[in-house]
């Protein structure tokens, strides 16, 4: 089945539960809508709210209320790779995401980004807000705000470059000179990447990056280094002879900053960390 996108509007006052409703609309069966509403592909608004993701199979309807329903079975049934919480404070947590999941979900689901797994992770904590982009494919540490209030301070020290980036990234060929900037613009903006070379592997030809970014452009690692002739190894976008078996090899490996809230300064170090876990 191909991607289905359903919406209804109630124009009178119903008894009938959502996914009743639902079942008898669409034709799908019941054990699926309710799998696609825990999974965050049904939404509702209600008395004219913002549409809302809505779990509840047994929510009741009433007059006026707006349903979406975005079902796609493939996307649905799909395994996605866990996150993993590796220090965590009141106002925001750290994580780990893996190669291969979303940083959030999209209309159709969210069970397969780190953001509902963070959610389901601290059911007592009541909102979580993403503060800052990694690409699907990549992999490596992200903060999770716990209220918009955090969130708020934690994307203004982002976008004002008070929180140090370090990645490690692996590009095809012997990166020369040893310690560089890459100052090419992205999409008509300044951009700037700054990289020292940890390590050439003759057997394979690829290079060892310890990268920071001063700026945060689209794919600007990515495209910074493919743009100079040293592709990122498994890039799935960019580049070319840069396919490998393991994946996108571009991992956020630190980040390090003055907490907004305490006032300390708080370093972490993804190496380090998975020691400790």
Aim: include cysteine; hydrophobic fraction near 40%.
């Amino acid at each position: 089945m191909q991607k289905q996108h359903y919406t209804y509007k109630i124009s009178h006052n119903e008894t009938q539960t959502l996914v009743d409703f639902l079942a008898t609309k669409t034709g799908i069966s019941k054990t699926r809508i309710k799998s696609a509403m825990l999974k965050g592909a049904v939404w509702l608004r209600q008395r004219k709210a913002a549409m809302r993701r809505v779990r509840r199979a047994t929510t009741l309807l009433a007059c006026g209320d707006e349903i979406a329903f975005y079902y796609d079975a493939a996307l649905l049934d799909k395994d996605y790779p866990g996150a993993q919480q590796l220090w965590v404070c009141k106002e925001y947590s750290l994580w780990y995401k893996p190669a291969g999941l979303l940083a959030q979900g999209t209309h159709y689901g969210d069970h397969g980004c780190l953001l509902r797994q963070a959610e389901v992770a601290m059911p007592t904590v009541k909102q979580t807000f993403l503060v800052h982009r990694l690409d699907r494919e990549a992999d490596g540490l992200m903060l999770i705000a716990h209220s918009s209030v955090a969130a708020h301070q934690l994307s203004a020290l982002f976008q004002t470059q008070q929180i140090q980036k370090r990645y490690v990234v692996v590009v095809k060929g012997r990166v020369v000179p040893a310690h560089g900037k890459i100052d090419l613009p992205i999409d008509d903006k300044t951009a700037l990447t700054e990289y020292t070379l940890q390590q050439f592997d003759e057997t394979v030809q690829t290079s060892t990056l310890s990268v920071e970014i001063k700026t945060g452009r689209t794919h600007q690692i990515r495209r910074h280094f493919a743009a100079i002739g040293y592709p990122v190894m498994g890039d799935p976008k960019y580049g070319h002879q840069n396919k490998n078996t393991e994946g996108m090899q571009l991992t956020a490996a630190y980040l390090a900053f003055v907490c907004p809230f305490s006032g300390q300064q708080r370093k972490f170090d993804l190496a380090v960390l998975m020691k400790q876990t």
